[in-house]
């Protein structure tokens, strides 16, 4: 039996751990058997459990390591608004539209998260709960009750407007969607355009 050195096993988790996320945020959880996601990382069913208790335990890790990720990008921003709306842009843009594998997963899994376990569900809240709290610093250190309501609406507006976009078959309906998402998010932080 081959011995392998210390790294092996935490560069295999995080094989798997990303190239679950991109599977999950492209088939849907429900949609992602174990057998898909080890075959996607280049690995046996056999090995998943020397990695993860259970498929939700998985999940849950992808939820925790995508929305810490997504949570650090936005917290390494310049500060001020002025990053906050290219962070807009970004989000609500064709690209991250037409890319759910490598986009948020509140917009591609929103509707299948409400249905996770507790340690899902958990790690899913505190996940939102750091993004609200990188917008809200960027809007206004001087004011967190405020800027955490507003950071908060600006994220439900953003997650919305994205899976709204998706989900039309209409081309121009949905640049219509991103367009609009983007100016009520505008609107919603009392910038210009």
């Known amino acids: 039996m081959p011995r392998y050195d210390k790294n092996h096993k935490t560069e295999t988790r995080r094989r798997i751990i990303e190239t679950a996320s991109r599977r999950l945020k492209l088939d849907g959880i ?5 057998s898909t996601l080890m075959a996607d990382a280049g690995l046996t069913n056999g090995a998943f459990y020397a990695h993860f208790e259970s498929k939700n335990d998985l999940v849950a890790t992808v939820l ?25 842009g970004g989000y609500l843009s064709p ?6 594998g490598a986009g948020c997963p509140s917009g591609a899994l929103l509707d299948e998260i409400v249905r996770l376990d507790g ?9 939102v709960e ?4 990188a917008v809200a610093r960027h809007l206004s250190p ?15 507006l953003l997650v919305g407007t994205l899976q709204l976009a998706r989900a039309v078959s209409d081309p121009v ?8 998402g983007i ?3 505008l609107e919603l932080l009392e910038l210009d355009s």
């Open 173 to 180: 309906l949905s640049e219509s969607v991103l367009a609009a």
């Open 183 to 185: 100016s009520s998010a």
């Open 30 to 34: 429900d949609g992602s058997g174990v």
């Open 119 to 127: 340690r899902g569900r958990d790690a899913y809240t505190a996940g």
């Open 142 to 156: 001087d004011e967190p009750a405020a800027a955490r309501r507003r950071a908060t609406g600006l994220f439900t």
């Open 130 to 133: 750091s993004i609200i709290d």
């Open 95 to 100: 690209e991250h539209r037409d890319d759910p």
């Open 64 to 88: 925790d390591d995508q929305l810490r990720s997504q949570a650090a990008t936005i917290a390494d921003l310049p500060a001020g608004r002025a990053a906050i709306v290219e962070f807009i």
